[in-house]
């Protein structure tokens, strides 16, 4: 099972709303991480956990807040967004070592 | 500088042509890892390959084949006759270090039928 699962799929929130993006694994994997991607670019990193600790901030505005409640879970709670901030965030899970990162189909944000 | 240049913004070809996407890498490592991620509309990056950098024997995978050359610091992908499945956005990454992925800036394929 190389699943990454992320809900919701697609999400419009006005800029004063919060809202919280949802990502789960089950391949026992220790890593995980948000990546943003605006269109026709590569993902961007933003966060990484690292059995369940925050390992890796890209310097994100703090209005993004991940969140990692175990080691099969991540969340990233949204506060005042700006509409620039509207992109498809990815979620990714790695094993042990330098190995490959598996992605989630991302859920596509749109700040209105 | 960039870590990882695809030079092909974006390449069309007709269904049952083979097309290659190129990839170039920079690292002073001597330890690396490097991928092929496919991203079809629906917005999923799939994994397709890893290579480490201890490991420059090419790779088949059905219609699939990658062509790893450490003296030109490339790692190219072959699709042989390419179907409109195929049409997607790939991306090139590499990685030195732990958590730390440096993707290119992909290439938009659109196989034509």
């Known amino acids: 099972d190389t699943e990454v699962t992320q809900t919701p799929k697609h999400l419009v929130m006005g800029m004063t709303n919060k809202k919280s993006l949802k990502c789960e694994q089950h391949m026992g994997h220790r890593a995980m991480y948000w990546y943003k991607q605006k269109a026709k670019k590569p993902p961007e990193l933003m966060f990484v956990?690292?059995?369940?600790?925050?390992?890796i901030n890209e310097s994100v505005p703090s209005r993004f807040s991940p969140e990692c409640p175990n080691s099969s879970l991540l969340n990233l709670h949204l506060h005042a967004l700006q509409p620039e901030d509207s992109a498809l965030y990815l979620c990714?899970?790695?094993?042990?070592?330098?190995?490959?990162?598996?992605f989630g189909q991302g859920t596509r944000l749109t700040v209105v | 500088a960039q870590k990882v240049t695809q030079a092909q913004t974006e390449i069309s070809v007709v269904e049952k042509e083979d097309v290659t996407l190129d990839c170039v890498y920079e690292t002073r490592d001597t330890t690396y890892y490097l991928f092929w991620y496919k991203q079809p509309p629906s917005g999923e990056l799939v994994f397709l390959i890893r290579?480490?950098?201890?490991?420059?024997q090419n790779e088949i995978s059905g219609r699939y084949s990658w062509n790893f050359q450490k003296s030109t610091s490339s790692f190219n992908f072959t699709i042989t006759a390419s179907q409109v499945v195929d049409s997607a956005v790939y991306f090139c990454a590499l990685s030195e270090a732990r958590y730390q992925f440096y993707f290119g800036t992909g290439t938009s394929l659109t196989v034509i039928p």
């Open positions: 290579r480490n950098s201890f490991d420059e």
């Open positions: 990714a899970s790695s094993g042990r070592g330098l190995t490959e990162a598996f």
């Open positions: 956990y690292s059995y369940e600790k925050l390992s």
